[in-house]
T-cell receptor, first 115, second 116 residues
Framework: AQSVAQPEDQVNVAEGNPLTVKCTYSVSGNPYLFWYVQYPNRGLQFLLK??????LVKGSYGFEAEFNKSQTSFHLKKPSALVSDSALYFC?????????????FGKGTTLSVSS | KAGVTQTPRYLIKTRGQQVTLSCSPI?????VSWYQQTPGQGLQFLFEYFSETQRNKGNFPGRFSGRQFSNSRSEMNVSTLELGDSALYLC???????????????FGPGTRLTVL
């Protein structure tokens, strides 16, 4: 079965420190991987995606993610965290079947950045 | 360019009623997908529509249905509401269904449905 795992329910980091939010995946074929962020009472905002090419993907708001095929991981990173980065982060993989596509999401990781 | 819009933003219904939620995709986007978000189950895929056709369906009962119109706007309907249907329902649009760089899904703010 195709799946996404976010092993940490919560990540705490001090402002100015680097942050990492972990994601591992299990899919058949080449993965299409995404990161989204959700602020309270809001929908999901797209941060970045990996389709093919460079393993280091740069996205919005200074975020980047590293695709590692051997470890089946797609960790989200930022060199210097901001208090405003505090939110719920979702990793997702796009799956395809004969009919169409869908996004499968991880359970989400709450990022808390303290000042 | 305007983002994905969803109406209404909040709904309160009672068990047994039915509800219709609406989604207007980003201009030019032809694919619309729906997701249910709950604290217990997280984000789960409901349906995917492209050119007025349902292309994919998640593992939800037949009480959940949807449709897409010729202008790509989409509606989803839930009949015979149950307490467990309380959730945030998210709509997402993308340019195309098939794989490729255009296939990022952009989400609306969601409709918060409360079933009493």
């Amino acid at each position: 079965a195709q799946s996404v795992a976010q092993p940490e329910d919560q990540v705490n980091v001090a402002e100015g420190n680097p942050l990492t939010v972990k994601c591992t995946y299990s899919v058949s074929g080449n993965p299409y991987l995404f990161w989204y962020v959700q602020y309270p009472n809001r929908g999901l905002q797209f941060l970045l995606k990996y389709i093919t090419g460079d393993n280091l993907v740069k996205g919005s708001y200074g975020f980047e993610a590293e695709f590692n095929k051997s470890q089946t991981s797609f960790h989200l990173k930022k060199p210097s965290a901001l208090v405003s980065d505090s939110a719920l982060y979702f990793c997702a993989v796009r799956v395809f079947n004969q009919a169409g596509t869908a996004l499968i999401f991880g359970k989400g990781t709450t990022l808390s950045v303290s000042s | 360019k305007a983002g994905v819009t969803q109406t209404p933003r909040y709904l309160i219904k009672t068990r047994g009623q039915q509800v219709t939620l609406s989604c207007s995709p980003i201009s030019g986007h032809r694919s619309v997908s729906w997701y249910q978000q709950t604290p217990g189950q997280g984000l789960q895929f409901l349906f995917e529509y492209f050119s007025e056709t349902q292309r994919n369906k998640g593992n939800f009962p037949g009480r959940f249905s949807g449709r897409q119109f010729s202008n790509s706007r989409s509606e989803m309907n839930v009949s015979t509401l149950e307490l467990g249907d309380s959730a945030l329902y998210l709509c997402a649009s993308s340019l195309a269904v098939t794989g490729g760089d255009s296939d990022t899904q952009y989400f609306g703010p969601g409709t918060r449905l409360t079933v009493l």
